[in-house]
């Protein structure tokens, strides 16, 4: 999947750490190409789909709208709860990911590409890229963060962060760390000097 030729940039991070505004900012700061794993993950769950049906057949009545369409809420305090179930709604939905990630890598001719990727390490998806930054900041910023984006109990904001890699394991393995514990001023300072780097 990786061509060489390119750069393709692994984003990640933790959750509320601030991808969405790096990758934002790269977009319209740089002009780059971005393609972005939540937006195909939402694709994979589009009405009607065949993903979605078998979420469905799954866990019934609890995660169907009015309108056929998912309740994510209700899905998410299934998933993110039982380690089970998160892997084996993971097996649904990553593997279209994947494809949609390659069809889009051969359709662009761009020499840098943003590749948005939440969990490119726990899906071993490295080899997807050629370099890897990683978005961070501190726990109690990101729990105040997620609570306030989503609308959460603290309890729940912290069972989603715990859910996922640690962060330091992510940064421990990242070829650039973006911390985004202060201002728009100082992250965006950070991806100035960074998009400048060789890896």
Excluded at 55 to 84: H, K, M, Q, T
Excluded at 179 to 192: E, K, M
Aim: proline share 4%; hydrophobic share 40%.
């Amino acid at each position: 999947m990786k061509n060489i030729s390119k750069r393709l940039i692994g984003l990640t991070g933790g959750i509320a750490t601030g991808k969405t505004t790096v990758s934002k900012y790269l977009s319209q700061r740089y002009r780059l190409s971005v393609l972005d794993a939540d937006v195909y993950a939402r694709e994979a769950v589009a009405l009607n789909s065949p993903i979605l049906q078998n979420i469905f057949a799954r866990y019934g009545e609890s995660v169907i709208l009015p309108d056929r369409s998912l309740n994510r809420p209700g899905l998410g305090e299934i998933v993110f709860n039982n380690p089970i179930e998160k892997q084996w709604l993971e097996s649904q939905i990553h593997p279209y990911v994947r494809d949609r990630f390659q069809q889009e890598l051969e359709s662009i001719n761009d020499g840098t590409i943003l590749i948005d990727i939440p969990r490119i390490f726990e899906d071993n998806l490295t080899d997807t890229v050629t370099e890897i930054w990683v978005v961070s900041c501190d726990r109690s910023i990101q729990i105040s963060r997620l609570q306030q984006r989503n609308g959460l109990t603290f309890d729940q904001a912290l069972a989603r962060i715990n859910s996922q890699l640690p962060l330091e394991d992510k940064i421990s393995a990242a070829d650039v760390v973006l911390n985004n514990s202060q201002n728009f001023n100082s992250l965006f300072s950070q991806v100035d000097a960074a998009i400048k780097l060789s890896i």
